[in-house]
């Protein structure tokens, strides 16, 4: 006995009988015909139509019954063929072929003898159910099971399946018990907090639902519930049960890139018509979305035959299958043991966070952290927000290509810095008067910065930026943005550009991309989602200057050892090499700024951005601790 969900077919009524015989105005294959026309459109007036008894039948009750047998098919009529029926004097048989079209495209085709029977010289079709499908019998219907494929997994850099069956507690409200609605929504709403939830319309929910009806308040991990259970598992009408879900490692990992996996939602079938059943699982955000259809594969079907009104237990038969083909995974280039420590690194703050982690060797993205509870956007890659200061490595990158600088040329700093009738000023008003250039980079003087804008110019500018990646075209396989750099318009302009500011925008990947490329001497393009692999990743960058990157990375070395990152000096293992930022995002309240860190130890480079945090010392710098320290 089959045992998947019936599902309802609704396709449009297909137009046009392809019917083929041969025969003459008298003959049985004419009735035949007619009767299928009749069969296919409806209406069977004028048509002959005796009962296996030799009773003749009303067109109407005839046409009522095909209905009634054909269940879930009554609406797509089949396709219907028969060449000239065999006729034995008064008895003719057909062979009809039934081509019936199903939900995904699929046709199920099988063939049915109908009888005809002569007399008062005039064909009749011998109606009983058979003539609908050899096996139907009165009383019978047929109904088609969509039979959901096995979805597949969103893989590891290891190759192994990120997201498996763990156990849950389903929390839901019984309307009838919750004898104290407001206690226990208060409740519950206090103790979900702490997962990121908002039960905001808990109750009026409960108070609109049928009393013995179940309202799901949540879907918690097993180890989540356990949490909340003291405080919970009292409270008047909360039911819970356990089940399982396709779930990830941990309740925030990676979540906001590769979003979850659950039941269908009422708009994924208005979005879906015919691809979906209730009680189907989809992917909802993220990867899991974006690979939806890849990932669930294709669905089968099976047509079987059932009682409409069952006595006793009802049976069902099967009499056709089309299997389902299981999905196919996506390898994704993500680190378990990496992901966990940027998710933990992140976990420590209360301010929307990201951090991107990727594997300078070769590109690859090996972390994708949002915060806190795991983000609810996936703002490590789609953030489009100024770099601040981290943008000095770019502009360094190119006063160095230019040669305009090195190392130890004097750089003045002063505590202002005007250009075209706008003044630039540094960080607590610091100013350090003429100092070397490795001393203004590793200090972070915005005046420095603004001054030299004027001999880097928009192209040296320009140059850096692609050189490093920053608004490339580059697919990593996800939803991302690659940046995009200030158009460096003299005066102004340039001077705020120089030092991250002005209408430069970036991601965190694209920083993270960019850092990466200084570290390994050319930039190459970040990759995550390798197989299906995108088809928009570069082609290798030239190598960037020798001398431009020997430099660039000791002034990065500086930053830590004696400068506004020193707190990274004591992490243990390979040297840290970074710089902070601080980002202006709103013209009338310079007070209100992002923190930022970029930065790489051993093979891994970094990118970790606070929104709305402040400087990049005191938010993102603890960030990075916490994720170098662990990795």
């Not at 008062?120 to 096996?135: G, I, L, S």
């Not at 993220?286 to 939806?292: C, F, I, T, V």
């Not at 390994?520 to 020798?546: E, I, M, N, Q």
């Not at 400068?563 to 601080?582: E, F, N, Q």
Request: net charge negative; aromatic share 6%; with cysteine.
């Amino acid at each position: 006995m089959l045992r998947h969900r019936a599902t309802a077919v609704t396709m449009l009524l297909l137009a046009g009988a392809s019917l083929t015989a041969c025969s003459d105005s008298d003959g049985p294959g004419t009735t035949l015909n007619a009767f299928l026309a009749g069969w296919r459109s409806g209406n069977l007036d004028g048509v002959g139509i005796v009962s296996a008894a030799g009773q003749a039948m009303p067109a109407a009750e005839v046409v009522t019954a095909i209905q009634a047998l054909s269940g879930e098919l009554k609406d797509t009529p089949p396709e219907l063929s028969a060449p000239e029926p065999a006729e034995n004097d008064t008895l003719a048989t057909g062979d009809v072929k039934v081509s019936w079209p199903l939900p995904g495209g699929r046709v199920w085709e099988y063939q049915t003898p109908v009888r005809l029977t002569k007399g008062d010289d005039a064909w009749r079709v011998v109606w009983e159910p058979a003539v609908v499908h050899p096996q139907l019998k009165e009383g019978d219907e047929l109904q088609v099971k969509r039979l959901s494929g096995t979805r597949a997994g969103l893989l590891d850099a290891t190759g192994q399946p990120i997201f498996s069956d763990r156990n849950v507690i389903v929390v839901g409200l019984h309307p009838k018990l919750a004898t104290d609605l407001d206690k226990t929504v208060a409740t519950l709403g206090a103790e979900m907090k702490q997962f990121g939830a908002d039960l905001g319309g808990l109750k009026a929910e409960v108070e609109a639902a049928e009393p013995d009806s179940e309202v799901v308040v949540a879907t918690l991990r097993t180890e989540d519930y356990e949490k909340i259970r003291a405080a919970v598992e009292n409270l008047p009408g909360l039911q819970t049960r356990a089940d399982t879900r396709v779930l990830a490692p941990t309740r925030v990992f990676a979540r906001a890139l590769l979003g979850t996996v659950g039941e269908v939602t009422k708009e994924d079938m208005d979005d879906n018509p015919g691809v979906f059943e209730i009680g189907d699982e989809t992917g909802h955000g993220g990867l899991q979305e974006r690979y939806d259809k890849q990932l669930r594969g294709t669905a089968g079907a099976a047509v079987v035959i059932t009682q409409a009104e069952p006595i006793g237990e009802p049976t069902e038969a099967e009499v056709w299958r089309s299997e389902p083909t299981a999905g196919t995974p996506v390898k994704t280039t993500l680190d378990p043991k990496i992901q966990n420590a940027a998710d933990a690194a992140v976990g420590t703050q209360t301010l929307r966070t990201a951090l991107v982690a990727i594997k300078i060797s070769d590109g690859s993205v090996v972390a994708v952290a949002n915060g806190p509870n795991g983000g609810a956007e996936n703002l490590a890659f789609t953030a489009q927000v100024p770099p601040g200061s981290t943008y000095k490595m770019v502009s360094a990158l190119g006063v160095l290509d230019a040669n305009i600088v090195g190392l130890d040329s004097p750089v003045d700093c002063p505590k202002t810095f005007t250009v075209d009738g706008r003044t630039f000023n540094n960080a607590h008003d610091m100013q350090l008067g003429t100092v070397p250039f490795h001393t203004d980079f590793a200090r972070s003087c915005n005046t420095a910065f603004a001054s030299l804008s004027t001999k880097l110019g928009a192209a040296g500018l320009a140059s850096a930026s692609a050189q490093l990646g920053i608004g490339g075209t580059w697919d990593v396989g996800a939803e991302a943005f690659t940046g995009k750099p200030s158009p460096g318009t003299p005066g102004a302009e340039l001077a705020a550009a120089a030092f991250g500011q002005g209408k430069t925008v970036v991601s965190p990947l694209a920083m993270a991309a960019a850092t990466a490329a200084v570290a390994r001497g050319a930039f190459v393009g970040p990759k995550l989602v390798v197989d299906p692999a995108p088809t928009g990743s570069p082609a290798p960058a030239a190598p960037l200057k020798d001398t431009s990157v020997t430099a660039l990375k000791a002034l990065m070395r500086e930053v830590v050892t004696a400068g506004t990152a020193a707190d990274l000096a004591s992490v243990k293992g390979d040297p840290v090499y970074g710089k902070t930022g601080t980002a202006e995002y709103d013209d009338a309240h310079l007070d209100k700024t992002h923190g930022w860190f970029i930065g790489w130890r051993g093979d891994i480079a970094v990118a970790a951005f606070v929104e709305d945090g402040g400087a990049g010392v005191g938010a993102a710098v603890p960030v990075v601790k916490s994720f170098f320290s662990a990795v």
